[in-house]
């Protein structure tokens, strides 16, 4: 039988000023699994951006993609505010840069077709 670890943030809507204990809470846990040669899955579970911090407002919530670019965060989703806090074009464009997969279920161009930037993933054993 084999363990995995899943570690998750969510709801952070911008408020940024623990982020740096959460990413060394984040890192450590990352260590700590692969030196035990154990599996650890890290991920964003959305409304990680919201505009009510100045960083976010600026770069239009790119800012928020680089910090997540910078912990383990391997998997995110957006949550119901960048998907009402952003424009189209403007979702479109936050997660260019990302370093992490984008992975969404239920969101549709009026054409019918997923964005570019999400991924559909269904994680089976």
Excluded: C
């Amino acid at each position: 039988m084999e363990t995995i670890y899943l570690y998750h943030t969510n709801d952070l809507h911008s408020h940024l000023s623990q982020w740096p204990k959460i990413v060394h809470y984040l890192e450590h846990q990352k260590q700590y699994h692969s030196s035990n040669r154990e599996q650890a899955l890290f991920f964003d579970l959305g409304d990680h951006a919201d505009r009510v911090h100045p960083v976010t407002e600026a770069t239009s919530g790119r800012g928020n993609v680089e910090l997540l670019n910078d912990s383990p965060i391997q998997y995110a989703t957006i949550g119901n505010n960048e998907g009402i806090t952003f424009s189209k074009e403007g979702l479109d464009r936050l997660y260019e840069q990302a370093k992490f997969r984008v992975i969404l279920s239920n969101l549709y161009d009026q054409d019918g077709k997923r964005p570019s930037w999400a991924e559909q993933r269904k994680f089976t054993r």
